[in-house]
């Protein structure tokens, strides 16, 4: 991204010397481009802020946007997908829930690719002060070493999960894969939030 708004700015350099020589036909070619390629850039980071943390998170909660999420990436799959969750509806710190889908959502990818599984699924619950993450699946396990085509492994799910205090595990065992995630209420959050109350 900083290469093309690099690339803008030097555009727009251009464009103010054409204009400076009375140059506006050329000038309007040229406003045109450096438009078109604003409008692409702004594109492109609406995606990735969608898939960092989606609209739907905020609006309806974690719970919604993995099941939306999903949804969405198995939609033309055989794989049956399951999403259960004790949360009933609370909501947890951002960062956690933005961690949460984030885990998740790797761990389908690698499921969708690499497992063949027939079914999934996700569960995600609070005991204590800690929420539990799960993702399993009946297929051959996904590949949670490497990271592929800008996406996740192993070695990075860990380093966001213990940046927040947590810990993970897994089992690749064909037929019973899962990944489980385990990590911590902050402090601040745990007494006094009462949407975090477990009723």
Do not use: C
């Not at 050329?26 to 943390?53: C, T």
């Not at 905020?58 to 990436?73: F, K």
């Not at 927040?164 to 019973?176: E, F, H, Q, S, V």
């Amino acid at each position: 991204m900083l290469q093309h708004l690099t690339a803008t700015a030097f555009a727009i350099d251009l464009l103010v010397n054409m204009l400076s020589r009375n140059d506006v036909d050329d000038a309007a070619v040229l406003a045109a481009q450096i438009r078109r390629d604003i409008a692409s850039e702004m594109s492109s980071l609406r995606h990735m802020m969608v898939e960092l943390r989606p609209p739907v998170m905020d609006e309806r909660g974690l719970e919604a946007a993995v099941s939306d999420y999903t949804t969405t990436l198995f939609s033309e799959d055989q794989t049956a997908v399951s999403v259960d969750s004790d949360l009933g509806g609370a909501r947890l710190p951002p960062e956690l829930e933005t961690a949460i889908y984030r885990l998740t959502r790797e761990a389908l990818i690698n499921i969708k690719r690499h497992a063949g599984a027939r079914r999934a699924n996700v569960t995600i619950s609070r005991a204590d002060q800690t929420v539990h993450l799960t993702v399993a699946d009946d297929g051959a396990g996904f590949d949670t070493e490497h990271v592929q085509d800008g996406h996740y492994g192993l070695v990075t799910m860990r380093e966001r999960v213990e940046s927040l205090g947590g810990t993970i595990t897994k089992d690749n065992r064909p037929g019973a894969a899962y990944i489980h995630a385990a990590l911590p209420l902050p402090t601040w959050a745990r007494p006094a939030d009462p949407r975090l109350t477990r009723r």
